[in-house]
């Protein structure tokens, strides 16, 4: 499984994850035309079968009932 590593940062409230590896930088930023993600968007990759950061959030949701 493709594992697509992120560095955090915190703006105005928000938390931004911007990707490390460059030729998958590139890649989703062409996909999403942002050059960060959001959780939103991690959830998407997830549910696409991709994991970002070793971090399930799918499981999360299933757990929590959403």
């Known amino acids: 499984m493709t594992n697509i590593k992120t560095q955090d940062k915190t703006a105005f409230g928000r938390t931004?994850?911007?990707?490390?590896?460059?030729?998958?930088a590139d890649a989703l930023q062409t996909l999403t035309g942002k050059l960060t993600l959001t959780d939103k968007d991690i959830i998407c990759l997830q549910l696409l079968g991709l994991?970002?950061?070793?971090?399930?959030?799918?499981?999360q949701l299933t757990i929590a009932g959403v």
């Open 16 to 24: 931004l994850h911007y990707v490390t590896d460059p030729v998958y």
């Open 51 to 59: 994991e970002v950061n070793g971090v399930n959030y799918t499981n």
